[in-house]
Each structure stands twice: as structure tokens, then as C-alpha cells.
């Protein structure tokens, strides 16, 4: 089946450090998203890549879509403690339709140490 | 507050017990989605409603869950005779059909733990 393979799993970094985390797939995808997940709450979109080769940014935060299209990574530079979370990429399934369902990676864990 | 809500945030039940979670969308989204999540795993597909019609439930659905939105506004997702193995965070989120764009609008879940 369709599953998304995120590293690392876990950072524990330094505050001001910048973080590096990517995600691969089996199946070529057409949209790659990355959210963040905040302790006791649901994940939010950070950002979202629709063609292949895009490089996208929110702030502190550069996503790219890879040439394959079986790839992603997210960056995140100076990290500040707020920073701390789960992040996980996601794609829309492939066969479903117009439902707009995802499958998520495992996630990758981020700790800031101020 | 106009974001997805969840209730309740947190429920303990005994194994063999019934359980019912509700989930209140954005008001003006259309589609809705039920995930599971369990600890250091990202969100699973459960089911999902266009309007009052689910058109999808993934085979993680097993005959002692259902869910409903019977006037395509609230859902709600029961688990019958509950399992240890079905102790996890359950997600409500929400999204506009025309988006599409792969966002989702999650609430904050509701955790069950079964005893």
C-alpha cells in the first residue's frame, strides 16, 4: 500500500539551530503537505507543495518537492522553543476520489532546548 | 470560537463498554473526516462524510464502530463492547470540497483510554 516514510524520528536540538527532516514514498504523489502537531492538539497545515521541483516558505520554514516526486523535506531554521512538536508529512491518497483523505508519515519529533 | 470542536477531550471507559464521541465541524465545511491516532504514529483514516453521507470507511473500521452526521452538520462516532486495542486519540477534522487543496481542519481530538 501507499505509506510515507518520515526521518528522523526524533531531533533534540539546540535553540537558534536549524533542523532538517524529509519524507519519502514508494508511489509518486501529486501534492506533498507537511503539518505540525503541538502537544494535546490536532495537527495543523504548515505548508502545502504542488508541483514537482517547488520550493515553498512560511517564515522560518522551506519545504521542497522533489523531482521524483517520491520526495520531500522540510527545513526549519534558527529553531525557537515554540518550535517543539510533531511534524508529519502527508499526501492525498491516491484512489479516493475527490474525497481529499490523507495518509500521514509516522512523524518526526522535535525537541528545542532553550 | 468558529474551529472544529471535539467532545469529550478526554474519556476512561472498562473494557466492554460503549463509548461516543462528537465532533462539531466549521460551519460551513462539508466534508468530515475520523481519524485514530496512536501513540508515536501519524493520524489514520477512519471514514469520511460529504454533507450527511459517508462515502468511505477504511477496513480500520470494524463492525463495533460507527459513525454518523445526520443532518451534515455534527458527527458523531461510537465504539461498542470497547477493546484495550482501541485506546487512542480520535480526530474530527473538516475541509471545503471546492478547496481541495489537502488541508485539513483537525480538532484538538478526543483521547480514550480502556481499562
Known amino acids: 500500500g501507499q505509506q510515507l516514510n518520515q526521518s528522523p524520528q526524533s531531533m533534540f536540538i539546540q535553540e537558534g539551530e536549524d533542523v532538517s527532516m524529509n519524507c519519502t514514498s514508494s508511489?509518486?504523489?501529486?501534492?506533498w503537505l507537511w503539518y505540525k502537531q503541538d502537544p494535546g492538539e490536532g495537527p495543523v497545515l504548515l505548508i502545502a507543495?504542488?508541483?514537482?521541483?517547488e520550493l515553498t516558505s512560511n517564515g522560518r520554514l522551506t519545504a521542497q518537492f522533489g523531482i521524483t516526486r517520491k520526495d520531500s523535506f522540510l527545513n526549519i531554521s534558527a529553531s525557537i522553543p515554540s518550535d517543539v512538536g510533531i511534524y508529519f508529512c502527508?499526501?492525498?491518497?491516491?484512489?479516493?476520489?475527490?474525497?481529499?483523505?490523507?495518509?500521514f508519515g509516522q512523524g518526526t519529533t522535535l525537541q528545542v532546548k532553550p | 470560537d468558529t474551529g472544529v470542536s471535539q467532545d469529550p477531550r478526554h474519556k476512561i471507559t472498562k473494557r466492554g463498554q460503549n463509548v461516543t464521541f462528537r465532533c462539531d465541524p466549521i460551519?460551513?465545511?462539508?466534508?468530515l473526516y475520523w481519524y485514530r491516532q496512536t501513540l508515536g504514529q501519524g493520524p489514520e483514516f477512519l471514514t469520511y462524510?460529504?454533507?450527511?453521507?459517508?462515502?468511505?470507511k477504511s477496513r480500520l473500521l470494524s463492525d463495533r464502530f460507527s459513525a454518523e452526521r445526520p443532518k451534515g452538520s455534527f458527527s458523531t462516532l461510537e465504539i461498542q463492547r470497547t477493546e484495550q486495542g482501541d485506546s487512542a486519540m480520535y480526530l474530527c477534522?473538516?475541509?471545503?470540497?471546492?478547496?481541495?487543496?489537502?488541508?485539513?481542519?483537525f480538532g484538538e481530538g478526543s483521547r480514550l483510554t480502556v481499562l
Open positions: 462524510f460529504q454533507n450527511e453521507a459517508q462515502l468511505e
Open positions: 502527508a499526501e492525498i491518497l491516491h484512489g479516493s476520489g475527490n474525497t481529499g483523505k490523507l495518509i
Open positions: 508511489s509518486i504523489f501529486n501534492t
Open positions: 460551519s460551513e465545511h462539508n466534508r
Open positions: 507543495l504542488y508541483k514537482a521541483g
Open positions: 477534522a473538516s475541509s471545503f470540497k471546492r478547496a481541495n487543496t489537502g488541508e485539513l481542519f
